[in-house]
């Protein structure tokens, strides 16, 4: 007979040994008050444009019975991707964007689902074959964040964000639901106290009460999810973010000590780096795009997202250098999307080769939507 407090402690060594940072353990009992709380933000359009945010998401991802009718236990992992690099400010010619810190480097999904494929092989060596056994990350319909707060991983700031006493926020959050009985952990006492510090720093308001998110007013939905244009009053308070946004954990006193995490996968060598140059962007074909950023976070957006990101960036940080390559793509671009935020952002600079760039563009322009932003442009 097992003894299961000592099968939970070599479960959890195990998890380490693998290079999880944090591990814990919660019952597989449903997440009763969690589903009312989804549905209600459902009901009070507070989850955007997920599409896919739907009643039965709600229903599914507060019983994981759903997935995996045997499971008994779900043990959640927290794995850092904080890196070292350092953000380079755009400098005059040269305009940046900021990309958030977990898009830095390789796509997250098949790293972990390759780490929790192991744990759940070596749980099989250890305690005997079943098919009971699912390693989920992120687009499993289950709230990471919830498992993890009920197995005592870390618990939730006021940004929303689960936050570890080891490393922050910065933790990319997995589980392995498993038919094993195992000790659950209980739920960290900690809370934010009085420091609130993560609401009035949100550049959209999007945290509109401590733990509660508008994620319509979010720049990482807006700049990663939405596939339409952005709400033109959101725009300037995007900055420089063209994927992702981090504002809500840099400020967060919290993440102060966490220290970086040493995986080369997550940093600039294998992908975007925190703060390319927007100017080479611009002129990215599909094909381009596909090619650069294949395995890559930065695919989610899509090339027309991105290059949408790259406008509002370009036209926020004001450096005139970037007129005559929105110029270009308010002519050529083949998405309207594109075109439209090109406009948008010609419309920041009152030089007449801007100017000059929308007028010429209005004559040619076919597309209502994009016409009407030249119009507003020129207007503004
Ligand atoms: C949809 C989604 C988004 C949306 C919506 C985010 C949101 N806050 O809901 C958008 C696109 C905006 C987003 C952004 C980001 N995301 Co995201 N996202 C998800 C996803 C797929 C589902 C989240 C979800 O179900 N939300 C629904 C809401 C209702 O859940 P909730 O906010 O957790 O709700 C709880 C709180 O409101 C709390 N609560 C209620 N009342 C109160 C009151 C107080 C005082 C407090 C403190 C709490 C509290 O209880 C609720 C229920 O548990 C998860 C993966 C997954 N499958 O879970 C990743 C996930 C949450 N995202 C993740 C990451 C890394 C990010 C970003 C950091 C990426 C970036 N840098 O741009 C940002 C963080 C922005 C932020 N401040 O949250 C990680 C989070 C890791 C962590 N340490 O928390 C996850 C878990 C992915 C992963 N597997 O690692 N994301
Ligand atoms: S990620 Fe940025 S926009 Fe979203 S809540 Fe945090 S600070 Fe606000
Ligand atoms: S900034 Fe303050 S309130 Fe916000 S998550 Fe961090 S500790 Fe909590």
């Known amino acids: 007979m097992a003894d299961p407090v000592q099968e939970t402690a070599e479960i959890k060594a195990l998890a380490l040994e693998l290079g999880f940072d944090r591990v814990g353990v919660t019952t597989a009992e449903p997440f009763q008050a969690l589903h009312e709380l989804l549905l209600e933000r459902i009901r009070h359009g507070l989850m955007g444009g997920l599409a896919w945010f739907t009643a039965e998401r709600a229903a599914v991802a507060s019983d994981v019975h759903h997935l995996v009718p045997a499971a008994r236990s779900i043990i959640s992992l927290a794995m850092s991707y904080l890196g070292s690099d350092a953000y380079l400010p755009s400098t005059p010619g040269t305009p940046r964007g900021r990309v958030a810190r977990y898009a830095w480097g390789r796509d997250y999904h098949p790293v972990l689902l390759q780490q929790t494929a192991r744990f759940i092989d070596e749980l099989r060596r250890r305690y005997g074959?079943?098919?009971?056994?699912?390693?989920?990350?992120?687009?499993?319909?289950?709230?990471?964040?919830?498992?993890?707060?009920?197995?005592?991983?870390?618990?939730?700031?006021?940004?929303?964000?689960?936050?570890?006493?080891?490393?922050?926020?910065?933790?990319?959050?997995?589980?392995?639901?498993?038919?094993?009985?195992?000790?659950?952990?209980?739920?960290?006492?900690?809370?934010?106290?009085?420091?609130?510090?993560?609401?009035?720093?949100?550049?959209?308001?999007?945290?509109?009460?401590?733990?509660?998110?508008?994620?319509?007013?979010?720049?990482?939905?807006?700049?990663?999810?939405?596939?339409?244009?952005?709400?033109?009053?959101?725009?300037?308070?995007?900055?420089?973010?063209?994927?992702?946004?981090?504002?809500?954990?840099?400020?967060?006193?919290?993440n102060r000590k966490a220290p970086a995490a040493a995986r080369p996968e997550f940093g600039p060598a294998h992908g975007i780096g925190p703060s390319p140059e927007l100017l080479p962007l611009l002129p990215l074909t599909p094909e381009e795009f596909s090619a650069r950023f294949a395995g890559t976070p930065i695919k989610r957006a899509k090339r027309d997202g991105l290059l949408r990101n790259v406008c509002i960036a370009l036209g926020n940080i004001g450096d005139p250098v970037a007129i005559p390559a929105l110029g270009t793509a308010l002519t050529n671009d083949p998405a309207p999307l594109v075109r439209a935020h090109a406009a948008w952002a010609l419309g920041r600079w009152q030089e007449p080769a801007a100017r000059r760039a929308l007028d010429a563009a209005r004559r040619r322009e076919g597309q209502d939507g994009v016409r009407s932003e030249i119009e507003l442009a020129l207007g503004g």
């Open 129 to 254: 074959h079943t098919d009971a056994r699912k390693g989920m990350v992120d687009t499993a319909r289950i709230v990471d964040r919830a498992v993890a707060q009920r197995a005592g991983v870390g618990w939730y700031g006021k940004n929303t964000c689960i936050l570890t006493h080891s490393h922050g926020s910065w933790v990319f959050l997995a589980e392995v639901v498993t038919d094993l009985e195992l000790v659950p952990d209980r739920p960290l006492r900690t809370t934010c106290g009085a420091c609130t510090r993560c609401m009035p720093a949100c550049p959209t308001g999007a945290l509109i009460r401590p733990g509660v998110m508008d994620v319509g007013r979010c720049i990482s939905y807006l700049t990663i999810e939405e596939r339409g244009a952005i709400a033109a009053d959101l725009r300037a308070a995007m900055g420089d973010w063209i994927f992702g946004c981090d504002v809500c954990q840099e400020v967060c006193p919290v």
